[in-house]
Structures are given as structure tokens and as C-alpha cells.
């Protein structure tokens, strides 16, 4: 158990709908990071916050959105959802780096899939 | 854009047999990790290298990072079906960065 939890488990949804992921870091953590991972791929880089500010933006389409909120919980808004938007979604979160080490503690995923 | 390329995509070996993953990256990295993916689960850290030239073992796992600093090595010694997973590299440009994670190595060990 990594601390980082996720829901749904699962999201079963049809083109068109709209979604909202959640993510709760590990405690003390300020960065989240949002990944997609389609079948038997890598991890896409979506979006990372820190301490409740976009940090740094990756190939997220514009139906796409996060936030992280006060108490640091981040939530992904996809809407307008396509087949192709069927995939897993990681959250993963990390301390401030200590020095140059600072490893990522990813959640146990949502599984998205579209109809 | 950064770009970071893993090969092979796929190894399948025996019990017993070696196993290497090898990770390029299109610009030079301020450090490189690894992670595993178990089947059905989450990426889990496992390594962290940050220097020129720098080699980490982990009991039969080897990490290597390259001189020039944009390149690195997994090495397993000894395969069990306990490593059965995909490897993942990932480099950051910077402390604190974006991660880029390489496509990963899927490995299945035959009993």
C-alpha cells in the first residue's frame, strides 16, 4: 500500500459523458501527478500540481482538467469522452525533493472505460 | 520534447536466466529512476540514481546509469517468476521535474 489512494476502482461510462477521478496524496505530500495508461502501454504524463498550483503540463487534451484543492486532494475532469479515452489513470504523489531524491508513490489506479 | 526510449519491449526467459532492460534519453538527465509494475497493479519505485557512472544492486538487480548521464541499465541475475512485471525508466530533467517515463520492458519467466 503505497498511501496514495484513488476512487472509483473502476468507471464504466458512454461517449460523450463527463468523469471526475479523485486522488488523495500521501500525507505530508504536496505533488500530485496525474498519468494515463492505455493498454499494454507506458505512462502519459497529464498534469502535475504542487501545493495547489499547475506545476507542469504534459499531452492533457483541452477536454481534460485537474485541480488540487486546499487540502491537497487532487480531482481529473474528462468530459466529452471518446472511445479512445478508455485506460487507466494513475494519481502519484512525492515529497519536495530532498536534495535530488524524490520518488514517486503511485495509487492503486482507475480503471476508465468507455462504451 | 524530452524523449526517453526503453528496449526491449517484451522479454520472455527461463527461470534462471539473465534479463536486461536498456533505457536512452534524448537529452541529458539530472537523474533516472525505476519502477516496477506487477501485473494488474501500480508502478512501484525502486531505484534512483543521480551520478555519473553510478551502479546500485538491489540483491540480483543491477542499475547503471551511463556516463554522459543519458543512459541506464536494469540488470536481473538469476531470474525467478517473482520478476515477472513490466520495468519502467523514468528520467527527470531536473530535481523536482516532470517524470518521462520510457515504454517499459514487459518480462515473463517461464518456470
Keep these: 500500500d503505497s498511501g496514495v489512494t484513488q476512487t472509483p476502482k473502476h468507471l464504466i461510462t458512454a461517449t460523450g459523458q463527463r468523469v471526475t477521478l479523485r486522488c488523495s496524496p500521501r500525507s505530508g505530500d504536496l505533488s500530485v501527478y496525474w498519468y494515463q495508461q492505455s493498454l499494454d502501454q507506458g505512462l502519459q504524463f497529464l498534469i502535475q500540481y504542487y501545493n495547489g498550483e499547475e506545476r507542469a503540463k504534459g499531452n492533457i487534451l483541452e477536454r481534460f482538467s485537474a485541480q488540487q484543492f486546499p487540502d491537497l486532494h487532487s480531482e481529473l475532469n474528462l468530459s466529452s469522452l471518446e472511445l479512445g479515452d478508455s485506460a487507466l489513470y494513475f494519481c502519484a504523489s512525492s515529497v519536495p525533493p530532498r536534495g535530488s531524491y524524490n520518488e514517486q508513490f503511485f495509487g492503486p489506479g482507475t480503471r476508465l472505460t468507455v462504451l | ?111
Design chain 2, 1 to 111: 520534447g524530452q524523449q526517453v526510449m526503453q528496449i526491449p519491449q517484451y522479454q520472455h526467459v527461463q527461470e534462471g536466466e539473465d534479463f536486461t532492460t536498456y533505457c536512452n534519453s534524448s537529452t541529458t538527465l539530472s537523474n533516472i529512476q525505476w519502477y516496477k509494475q506487477r501485473p494488474g497493479g501500480h508502478p512501484v519505485f525502486l531505484i534512483q540514481l543521480v551520478k555519473s557512472g553510478e551502479v546500485k544492486k538491489q540483491k540480483r538487480l543491477t542499475f547503471q546509469f551511463g556516463e554522459a548521464k543519458k543512459n541506464s541499465s536494469l540488470h536481473i541475475t538469476a531470474t525467478q517468476t517473482t520478476d515477472v512485471g513490466t520495468y519502467f525508466c523514468a528520467g527527470q530533467r531536473t530535481s523536482g521535474s516532470r517524470l518521462t517515463f520510457g515504454e517499459g520492458t514487459q518480462l515473463t519467466v517461464n518456470p
